[in-house]
Structures are given as C-alpha cells and as structure tokens.
C-alpha cells in the first residue's frame, strides 16, 4: 500500500523510511527524479571479462563526469586517467560527439522517438568502439522530456527485480539493494548450456538516487565459462538540483579537430542483404576441406547459419537443422554453420557430440561473418540458387521461425 508523503515527513524527524518491497521503493525513486530539474555526479566504471562478446578496447576502468538537465541537455565527458578519451553534448535539439583517437567530431540531430535514441547517440563513437553500453545509458538527459532513461531505474525494479535484499553500506551510505538473478539452461544430447546474469542496484536509503550498479555474466557449455565478464559503476559526488549554466552544453572545437559529416559514409546503416548478390567466400569446414560458396550457384539453394557453441539460442536451433538435413538431400539443398571460434578442433568435438549433419565451417578472422552483419547470432540466411540472399532471420524463435524457414525453402523447390 503507498504510504503517503505527510507519513514519510514525520518519519523522516525519527529516522528515514525505508520501503518493504520494490514497488514501493520504485514509487519512492519516481518521485525523487520527478522532482530533479538538474543534475550532476561521477560514474566510475569498471569493466573486465573475457569471451567473444568482450572488446579489448572497451575494458579497464573509466571516469565519466555528468551534467543532466530537465529540458534534455546532457554533456557526458569521458577520461581514462588524467586523459580526456571521449565527449558527448546533447544540447536538447543536436548531439556532439568527440573522441580522442583522431580528435574528430559530429553533430546530428537528436532522434524525435524514444527508439532512436539509442542509435543516434552512437554513430562516431560505435565506430570507435568506444562503450557502446555507456552511451545508451548516458547518451541523453535521464530527466528529458519523453526519455525512456528517465525511468529506467522504476521499470528494472518493477517489471525484473526478484527481490529487494538486504541493506548495506556504502561509503558511509546506508544502501537499499535491489538484485535481478537471472539464469538460462539448454541441454541438448551431449550439451549443457547455462547463462547466468546477476545485476545489483544499490540506492541511498535518503536520498533513492543510485550509488552503485554492478553485473556479473557468466555463459558456456557443461560449467565452462567461455564468456565471463563484470561491470561495476559507482555514483560519487551526486547533487540534486545544482545551478547549471546552458553555456556548459555548448560545444567548441578543440585546436586541430576535424568534423566529420553526419551523412559520411561509416554512419549509414548497413545495407540490407535481402535481393543482394550473397558475399562470397571460401573457408575451411572442421575436417580442413575448403567449402566455397560459388560451387553452389546454379545448383542448390544454400542456408547459412551463424552459431557459437557458447551460444544457448544457437544450440537450441541444432535439432531443426538436424531435422531439415534429414528432410532434403544435399544435391538439393546445402547446409552451412559458420563459426568464428578460436579452435576449429573445438568445433569439430562439438559437432561429434552433437550430431551435427550438416557442414560446420570455421570463419577463422571472422570475414564471413563480418561480411553477412553476423555480429549477433544466430543469424541464419537463405540463398536461393542464383547466389542472391532471400531472407535473414535474427536469434532463434523456434518452431515459428522453423515454419517460416520450411516455406521459404519449399517456394525455392517449385
């Protein structure tokens, strides 16, 4: 039940309120960034791990000074040590970035919806590889106008949070913590995948703006964690409502910075592989036998798969492809798994274990799958016999996307 704001004031003379559960802790959040019109703090960032899904460039740790107003305006600076590494401005009508790499910049219109603030909040620093998973979050005002990061914090404790545990503290600071513990199996044959993810939020039990956020994910087959990773973010000098002038917003070239047009090339989206000629190629498939894509043009329709071991959507899409191999001889149709992972021994095993029918190749230097915008998987691709790509399916949705795969091949046999 809400406990009304007169209640919490006379608590507040012996001692603060502290919510019971996180829907009342998420009302109490609500109501403290209703209330901001500004903001500023530090988030100090810690990221290390190791697996695939990590980028060299984007660990270690890093500092990010952070200005936010209502109306929208934001400016993040971002420094590794004493260095100034990157620079986001967003002045409530355009985004400015900078990095430091090639002292270059960009400005570009701020997105009119709430999806497209993601992406246009990204486009030279991506590039760069330069903590994508930080933009997203800071990239624009939490306090903005229509801005899903405004409540962000309300929909994580509401909608995913099992649990708020107990209190702890923090530098002084009392903590309220909130814990999402999510874990995901697969076993199929000879496999156990698990994925396990574990997010805590921890909260001024005053105050309710955040002190500390950390994420431990772990993923791999039969308890081997092929991904690990961990991320901790500590909120430090945070003040509430402080005077900020909109002059901090604006941006000034610093001497011998080059701009770089928003309509450069490197910003446009990938182009899209459906009706395109397929990228050709020509790899090697775990027994060491080069497969070439050409070889099937003119004969045979070709599904291309793009999998990891460690990947539990992927496992879980083996048997329809077992299925499918069953179903139509390899004169009619080739079926082709491409994996960038480090051991093409690794892969060989795997696919022993696991009956893979079919043709698992090893995209080595990862040029196939950078080729085909396979930097999520699975990503599985239909060719029909004239080398041109019919559909792309992103992840695995299982038997939906097994009907749809089934029709498009059967439109391809006629």
């Known amino acids: 039940m809400h406990v009304p704001l007169v209640i919490l004031w006379l608590l507040a003379g012996i001692g603060w309120y502290e919510p019971h559960d996180k829907a009342e802790l998420a009302a109490e959040i609500t109501r403290t960034f209703d209330q901001l019109i500004s903001i500023s703090f530090q988030a100090e960032v810690s990221l290390k791990g190791h697996g695939p899904a990590i980028d060299n460039t984007q660990q270690g740790d890093i500092r990010l ?20 590494d990157w620079l986001v401005i967003c002045d409530g009508v355009q985004i400015t970035e900078w990095h430091s790499d090639d002292n270059s910049w960009t400005k570009y219109p701020l997105g009119t919806s709430p999806e497209n603030h993601p992406d246009r909040i990204r486009q030279l620093l991506v590039t760069q590889k330069k903590a994508p998973g930080l933009l997203s979050r800071y990239g624009t005002s939490w306090l903005g106008p229509d801005n899903p990061e405004q409540t962000w914090r309300q929909t994580l404790i509401l909608n995913n949070a099992t649990k708020l545990v107990g209190g702890r503290t ?7 913590v909130v814990k999402v513990d999510e874990s995901s199996s697969h076993s199929d044959g000879a496999l156990y995948l698990k994925t396990r993810e574990v997010f805590k939020m921890y909260f001024d039990a005053q105050s309710y703006l955040p002190v500390r956020e950390t994420t431990d994910v772990s993923a791999g087959p039969m308890g081997i964690k092929v991904i690990s990773y961990q991320r901790e973010t500590n909120y430090k000098n945070m003040i509430r409502n402080p005077p900020i002038a909109d002059s901090v917003f604006e941006f000034t070239p610093p001497p011998g910075s080059t701009f770089i047009s928003p309509d450069d090339p490197r910003f446009a989206p990938p182009p899209k592989l459906e009706g395109k000629s397929a990228p050709g190629f020509a790899i090697a498939n775990v027994d060491g036998a080069t497969c070439d894509l050409a070889d099937f043009k003119g004969k045979r329709p070709v599904l291309l798969v793009f999998w990891a071991t460690w990947c539990g959507p992927c496992c ?61 998987i699975p990503r599985t691709i239909l060719i029909d016999k004239s080398g041109v790509v019919v559909k792309v399916w992103k992840g695995w949705s299982g038997d939906e996307e097994a009907k749809e795969i089934r029709a498009e091949i059967a439109k391809l046999m006629k």
């Open 316 to 376: 879980q899409e083996i048997p329809f492809l077992r299925e499918l191999r069953s179903e139509h001889t390899t004169e009619s149709l080739a079926i082709l798994a491409v994996s960038s992972e480090a051991k093409a021994a690794d892969l060989a095993r795997f696919a022993k274990k696991k009956k893979m029918t079919y043709s698992v190749l090893h995209d080595e230097k990862k040029e196939v799958s950078k080729a085909y915008q396979a930097s999520a």
């Open 65 to 84: 000074d952070v200005k936010m107003k209502k109306d929208g305006k934001a400016k993040i600076e971002a420094f590794r040590g004493a260095i100034k």
């Open 170 to 176: 923090i530098g002084g600071k009392e903590c309220l």
